[in-house]
């Protein structure tokens, strides 16, 4: 199997980057669609090209939505797609770019995830229930995270990308070790690996400090590692070192309703203890003492479900049997897991 490592074209980071946004597109992208919710156009009209044309993004990455983006791409004349916000529009603009058959820029604006460096987007239905992921055969052209911006946002927006975050080394590892291809439909590479475990270190080094800054108003050099570990070493991590136990938990849990409140890395923070309890890892303390001190689930109660029946568990279990636990590498059954779900969450 050959390795193979992607990830965007190019990755910028910085106070105030939205304001250079022009001077990093003008090379590749001369008359912009840009894709934004009412409040991301205000906040980079002034930074776009005079040539950019403005679409209001509808607040559901959908087929019917992207279809109606791709006429209005089409009726505009623009080169490129610009999206800017959270994550259902940034898949929104990677659709949009796609179909239409030019380059995408992503500006998020929050930290809550590893999805803007990927060439994936999420597609749902018009009422929001997740429907399929899509695979793109080029990533992004340029990523651009502005810090001021994204440390505006809500604290646990941070926290919970960390909690994606955490997945990314322990499921590389395993893939690396079970042989199961990443997201390119290959093998991780070294890089990959080192990068994912750098992701690892930043989190444990720099998350609780960053969560202080962020509170208390003062984004500094802990909040600029960890918004680099979020999207970028989180982001290329996963889609080049593969993903195992921990996702295999957050999409078993979405099957309980009781846990839709809660976000994606959330769930998948808990779902990294169930994968290091399964493997006896030597990592589950530190890990479990970073979730606490941070705030990330560590128990039954913290997902919404302070006393789950052995119906609800069992569910779960077999969900994430059936997921991508098998890219494990040992043999997981729903007993094993169900076992750790409890020693975890009780
Ligand atoms: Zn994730």
Request: aromatic share 6%; net charge negative; proline share 6%.
């Given at each position: ?255 309980l309703p009781q846990t839709h409140h809660l976000y994606h890395g959330e769930k998948v923070a808990f779902g990294v203890q169930v994968q290091l309890t399964l493997e006896g890892a030597s990592e589950y303390d530190t890990v479990r003492s970073f979730c606490k001190q941070v705030g990330l689930p560590t128990s039954f109660a913290d997902l919404g479900l ?41």
């Open positions: 199997m050959d390795l193979i490592m992607g990830g965007p074209g190019r990755y910028i980071q910085g106070p105030g980057a939205l304001s250079r946004l022009n001077q990093y597109t003008e090379r590749w992208s001369k008359k912009p669609l840009v894709l934004a919710t009412a409040n991301g156009r205000k906040r980079v009209e002034q930074y776009v090209s005079s040539a950019a044309v403005h679409a209001l993004f509808g607040g559901e990455c959908s087929e019917e939505e992207v279809e109606r983006l791709v006429g209005v791409f089409r009726a505009s004349g623009c080169d490129s797609v610009l999206g800017i916000g959270g994550g259902k529009c940034l898949d929104a603009a990677k659709a949009v770019a796609f179909r239409a058959g030019v380059p995408v820029g992503i500006v998020p604006t929050s930290a809550a995830t590893d999805a803007p460096c990927s060439a994936v987007s999420i597609m749902y239905s018009p009422d929001g229930v997740m429907e399929r992921v899509v695979r793109y055969p080029e990533s992004p052209r340029m990523v651009l995270v502005d810090t001021a911006v994204v440390s505006r946002a809500p604290v646990r927006l941070l926290v919970s990308g960390m909690g994606d975050a955490l997945a990314t080394y322990f499921e590389a590892r395993a893939c690396a070790a079970s042989g199961a291809v990443n997201e390119f439909g290959g093998g991780p590479s070294a890089s990959c690996l080192a990068l994912a475990k750098l992701c690892y270190e930043i989190l444990i080094t720099d998350g609780p400090a960053a969560k202080a800054e962020a509170e208390g108003g003062q984004p500094g050099a802990a909040v600029e590692r960890i918004i680099e570990a979020n999207t970028y070493l989180s982001g290329v991590g996963f889609e080049s070192g593969g993903i195992a136990g921990s996702h295999a938990v957050h999409n078993a849990l979405t099957a302070p006393n789950p029946t052995q119906e609800q568990l069992r569910l779960v279990a077999e969900k994430t049997a059936a997921d991508t636990m098998q890219n494990m590498p040992f043999p997981v059954t729903a007993d094993m897991i169900y076992d750790a779900l409890v020693k975890v969450g009780a």
